[in-house]
C-alpha cells in the first residue's frame, strides 16, 4: 500500500513562501518517478483543485493562478516530490494535498482520477 507523508505547511504573511515536501513509501514493482505525481489544494467550503503535476515523461503543468509563483520538482533518490511556493497570496489559503499515480486517461487536474493521497499540510497566508 502507497504511503504519501506531506509536511512544510504553516502560516506566512502575503508575499511569503514555504516548500511542502511529500515522501512516498510502500510501492513496488515500479519506480516513483514513472508514476504521475500532483499537489492540489482545497479550501474551506471549496472544491479541490489541481495546483501542479508531473506526468510520467517529465512533463510539468501549472493551474494558471500559481504560473511563475509556486515550482514542483522531484527528487527521485528520496521518493519525494517538492511543491515550493513563493510570493503568496491569501487566496492560496488551502490544505495542500499530494497525489501519486493517477489514470492515464483524462486531465491530471481531475482529482477523481488518482489513485493515492497525502493526509493533507495546511496553508494559511494572510494579508
Known amino acids: 500500500q502507497v504511503q504519501l507523508v506531506e509536511s512544510g505547511g504553516g502560516s506566512v504573511q502575503a508575499g511569503g513562501s514555504l516548500r511542502l515536501s511529500c515522501e512516498a513509501s510502500?510501492?513496488?514493482?515500479?519506480?516513483?518517478?514513472?508514476?504521475?505525481m500532483g499537489w492540489f489544494r482545497q479550501a474551506s467550503g471549496g472544491e479541490r483543485e489541481g495546483v501542479a503535476a508531473?506526468?510520467?515523461?517529465?512533463?510539468?503543468d501549472y493551474v494558471d493562478s500559481v504560473k511563475g509563483r509556486f515550482t514542483i520538482s522531484q527528487d527521485n533518490a528520496k521518493n519525494t516530490v517538492y511543491l515550493q511556493m513563493n510570493d503568496l497570496k491569501p487566496e492560496d489559503t488551502a490544505m495542500y494535498y499530494c497525489?501519486?499515480?493517477?489514470?492515464?486517461?483524462?486531465?491530471?487536474?481531475?482529482?477523481?482520477?488518482?489513485?493515492?493521497w497525502g493526509q493533507g499540510t495546511q496553508v494559511t497566508v494572510s494579508a
Open positions: 497525489a501519486f499515480d493517477k489514470e492515464d486517461d483524462g486531465l491530471w487536474s481531475s482529482w477523481g482520477l488518482w489513485y493515492y
Open positions: 510502500g510501492y513496488a514493482g515500479y519506480t516513483y518517478s514513472s508514476k504521475y
Open positions: 508531473i506526468t510520467p515523461d517529465g512533463t510539468i
